[in-house]
C-alpha cells in the first residue's frame, strides 16, 4: 500500500525566511504526487501536482516542489514566506489509475513569525 | 463556477443515532470521493463514487456507507454513531479524466460531533 511521510509536523519560520516541507512517498513505481493546503475551518487546497511531465513543479502562491526518485522525495519549497502562508499543509499520494483515492501524509503546520 | 458545496456544515448529533451527510459537485465533474479528518488519524479515504458507481473503498466499518445520484451529487451515511466518529467530513469532485492525477477539489467540510 502506498504512503506518505511528512517529516516535522509543525515547523516555524520568520517572515521573509525560506520555506521547506519535507515529503517522503512509499510507492514501486512513481506515482501522482500533491500537495494541498488547508486554512483554519475550510476545506483543502491543490498548491501544485507531479503527474511526470517535469520533476521541478511549480504552484500557486510562490511554491515549488522537486519530485526526487533516488530519494522517493517530494519536498514544498518557497523562497521567502509571507504571513498569509500559515496554515497547514499536506502531502498526498494517488495510484496510476482508475481511482481518484488519494493518501495523505499527516500534515505539517507552518507558523510565520514576525 | 460554483465549487464543492456540502450540507449541513455543522451537526451535533448523540451516540446511537444516524446522519446523513450531503455533497453536491462541481458541475461536470463524474467523481466525487469522501475523507474523515480528525486530529489523531488525519485525513482518511473513506469512499469514491463514479457514474453512481462505487470505485474504490477505504478501511471504514459497514456503518459508513454512500451513495451517488445520476445528477453526480452524493450523500454519504453514517449508523449507529460513535463518540469516535467525530471529525470533519470532507468531500471532494473531479473530473476524473485519464488515468488519475486528476485535481481534486474540496468542499468546506461537515463538522460532526457525536454526543
Known amino acids: 500500500a502506498q504512503s506518505v511521510t511528512q517529516l516535522g509536523s509543525h515547523v516555524s519560520v520568520s517572515e521573509g525566511a525560506l520555506v521547506l516541507l519535507r515529503c517522503n512517498y512509499s510507492s514501486s513505481v512513481p506515482p501522482y504526487l500533491f500537495w494541498y493546503v488547508q486554512y483554519p475551518n475550510q476545506g483543502l487546497q491543490l498548491l501544485l501536482k507531479?503527474?511526470?511531465?517535469?520533476?521541478l513543479v511549480k504552484g500557486i502562491n510562490g511554491f515549488e516542489a522537486e519530485f526526487k526518485k533516488s530519494e522517493t522525495s517530494f519536498h514544498l519549497t518557497k523562497p521567502s514566506a509571507h504571513m498569509s502562508d500559515a496554515a497547514e499543509y499536506f502531502c498526498?499520494?494517488?495510484?496510476?489509475?482508475?481511482?481518484?483515492?488519494?493518501?495523505f501524509g499527516k500534515g505539517t503546520k507552518l507558523t510565520v513569525n514576525p | 463556477k460554483a465549487g464543492v458545496t456540502q450540507t449541513p456544515r455543522y451537526l451535533i448529533k448523540t451516540r446511537g443515532q444516524q446522519v446523513t451527510l450531503s455533497c453536491s459537485p462541481i458541475s461536470g465533474h463524474r467523481s466525487v470521493s469522501w475523507y474523515q479528518q480528525t486530529p489523531g488519524q488525519g485525513l482518511q479515504f473513506l469512499f469514491e463514487y463514479f457514474s453512481e458507481t462505487q470505485r474504490n473503498k477505504g478501511n471504514f466499518p459497514g456503518r459508513f456507507s454512500g451513495r451517488q445520484f445520476s445528477n453526480s451529487r452524493s450523500e454519504m451515511n453514517v449508523s449507529t454513531l460513535e463518540l469516535g466518529d467525530s471529525a470533519l467530513y470532507l468531500c471532494a469532485s473531479s473530473l476524473a479524466e485519464g488515468t488519475g492525477g486528476n485535481e481534486q477539489f474540496f468542499g468546506p467540510g461537515t463538522r460532526l460531533t457525536v454526543l
Open positions: 498526498a499520494v494517488s495510484d496510476l489509475g482508475g481511482s481518484e483515492k488519494l493518501v
Open positions: 507531479y503527474t511526470s511531465a517535469a520533476t
